[in-house]
């Protein structure tokens, strides 16, 4: 999944990651404009996950 095809889905897409990881908070899933690998990095840590994993679970949403 590239950062530009994530944006445009972001809104609905971090609903249902919240969702599926309760521990989400706002913040961590806070898409902001050239921050998109700080963000990416921060889920990474937080569930756990490689990054080609979290990209599979977001694109799976």
Same mark, same amino acid.
């Given at each position: 999944?590239?950062?530009?095809?994530? /944006?445009?889905?972001?809104?609905?897409? &971090?609903?249902?990651? @919240? #969702?599926?990881?309760?521990?989400?908070?706002?913040?961590?899933?806070?898409?902001?404009?050239? /921050?998109?690998?700080?963000?990416?990095? &921060?889920?990474?840590? @937080? #569930?756990?996950?490689?990054?080609?994993?979290?990209?599979?679970?977001?694109?799976?949403?």
């Amino acid at each position: 999944m590239k950062m530009k095809d994530l /944006k445009k889905t972001w809104g609905e897409q &971090k609903q249902h990651l @919240k #969702l599926k990881f309760a521990a989400l908070t706002d913040t961590e899933v806070l898409f902001l404009e050239g /921050k998109e690998e700080e963000m990416m990095t &921060k889920l990474q840590i @937080k #569930l756990g996950k490689t990054r080609q994993e979290l990209h599979q679970i977001i694109s799976a949403l």
